[in-house]
């Protein structure tokens, strides 16, 4: 079905090309009586350019192959109605594009999680060399889940009209025994790097901050007087003020008083994107996401007595006008592997193959007598991040094979989709080597329309953690321990290949 579709729209595209010629006068096209003056050939020429673009799109599995279709689609049929006498039966090649692309928009199908089938089995012997009639009791993890406690999260934007050193600010409120309670800001600076501002009873660790953009420039405590951010029924309000690292007094409010529902969502948050030399990878899923409205809201941004005006979205969320102001009031912020460079502590064996490991819980399988690592998760408040294999991640311990692969999934509540991507084990003696790429980038799960035509759009949502690569080497020692060096790099496409 798929390719009669694709030829459809390629023949369709193609037939628009005789109005072209006809108004140019480059053939003789007999099917063509009416006569076609220059400007409408040039209509007919972008229509067929559109519609063909369309199916090389589609053709190389681009999910936005549907923006240039829907355009061609519209195009032809206005040339449909203008000469109607010669064009009238295009108008069935126009009903199956705009029902196919109506399909693709409307029809939302939830991405399907590697864990709710069977896990694949790893062919034994491939790993393992001849069967073991010992069953193992030890595994060995070069896995860690970090969590970052954080309570809320505003984002302001004002890149359309930024200060000489700030185009964005990002207050935070913490309330844990680590970072401890108040609100910090991460002030975004136009160079690429952050400026951090926290209250004085805040202990922020400033290596975690290499994440963000190109790395921390500044990490200040700052009185901020009369500090707050809440989420209510009529939506976000917030005021911070501080002085900056130039003594210029910042000042941020919102107040939202919208009489209209929220209609939040689901996001796995692209801060990764900008991140040069990230030491892990950042997983910020934000749940009840959404966009500050525009009517009857107040927000500003004022930086030593002058008002920046902050960014809005282009297109509407939920028929309502957007800026680009978002908040989210139940974060969970995680971190993937954080580079390492130390021994391994390893997983025992106990009665059950699923059990709690420090932070960690762990789901173990068999693979005959050896266990293999199938999921690990670390929970924090409501929300579980889980980092899953299929087929399970090979025992080190017993590791016999020159190299094996599977895939791996990042997921956590069922609305911040999933992180898919690809790992290989390599061995060579006592050295072992470890890569994580997610390949197959972030797949949302999300119903709204809205939302599904912006990441189609602007496809940096999905795309951004393929350009991640985990890579750990392992030494194992005379004593059967194993050292571990890990890091995160920053990678293009053509290093995928």
């Keep these: 079905m798929k390719t009669i579709l694709f030829i459809i729209i390629l023949l369709h595209g193609l037939i628009h090309l005789m109005g072209f010629v006809k108004a140019f006068n480059l053939a003789e096209i007999s099917e063509l009586k009416l006569t076609i003056s220059r400007s409408w050939g040039l209509i007919w ?88 009639h010992d069953i193992l009791t030890q595994v060995i993890n070069p896995f860690e889940i970090s969590i970052i406690p954080m309570e809320r999260l505003l984002l302001i934007n004002i890149e359309n009209d930024p200060d000489r050193l700030y185009n964005g600010f990002e207050p935070q409120v913490f309330d844990d025994e680590v970072t401890g309670t108040g609100v910090l800001v991460i002030a975004w600076r136009t160079d690429g790097k952050v400026d951090v501002y926290h209250q004085p009873s805040l202990s922020p660790d400033p290596d ?70 990230p030491s892990s990878m950042p997983l910020i899923l934000l749940h009840d996401f959404y966009f ?17 005006e902050p960014d809005n979205l282009p297109l509407p969320i ?20 954080p580079a390492f460079d130390g021994m391994l502590t390893p997983f025992h064996l106990a009665d059950e193959l699923t059990f709690q490991h420090g932070h960690h819980s762990v789901e173990l399988s068999m693979n005959r007598a050896v266990p293999e690592i199938q999921k690990i998760s670390r929970s924090h408040s409501r929300h579980t991040v889980s980092l899953s294999f299929n087929p399970s991640f090979p025992n080190l311990e017993a590791f016999a094979g020159e190299s094996a692969e599977g895939q791996f999934e990042i997921s956590g509540d069922v609305t911040t989709g999933f992180i898919r991507g690809d790992y290989r084990v390599a061995r060579d003696g006592d050295i072992f080597m470890i890569e994580m790429i997610p390949s197959d980038g972030w797949i949302p799960n999300e119903n709204k329309l809205s939302l599904r035509f912006l990441y189609s759009v602007e496809p940096m949502f999905k795309q951004w953690p393929t350009t991640y690569r985990w890579k750990a080497e392992l030494v194992k020692d005379q004593e059967a321990r194993f050292r571990m060096r890990s890091n995160w790099e920053r990678i293009h496409a053509d290093e995928m290949e």
């Design 45 to 132: 020429l972008i229509t067929s350019l559109t519609l063909v673009i369309s199916t090389v799109l589609w053709s190389l599995n681009i999910s936005s192959w549907w923006i240039p279709a829907l355009t061609g689609g519209i195009l032809s049929q206005i040339l449909i109605v203008v000469f109607w006498q010669d064009a009238r039966f295009g108008s069935i090649p126009n009903v199956i594009i705009f029902t196919l692309i109506s399909t693709v928009l409307l029809g939302h199908i939830p991405p399907s999680s590697i864990m709710t089938e069977e896990i694949t089995p790893a062919p034994y012997e491939v790993r393992y060399g001849k069967i073991s």
């Design 208 to 277: 975690g901050y290499d994440i963000a953009g190109q790395g921390l420039e500044n990490m200040v405590s700052r009185d901020m007087p009369g500090a707050f951010f809440v989420v209510n029924e009529s939506g976000a309000q917030a005021a911070v003020s501080f002085e900056d690292i130039e003594g210029r007094l910042i000042k941020l409010k919102l107040a939202e008083h919208s009489t209209r529902a929220r209609k939040p969502f689901g996001l796995l948050a692209p801060m990764g994107l900008a991140a040069e030399n």
């Design 292 to 308: 500050v409205r525009r009517s009857n809201t107040e927000l500003s941004v004022e930086i030593d007595g002058r008002y920046h």
């Design 318 to 337: 939920d028929f309502t006008r957007m800026t680009f102001a978002r908040y989210c009031p139940d974060p969970l912020i995680a971190t993937l592997n």
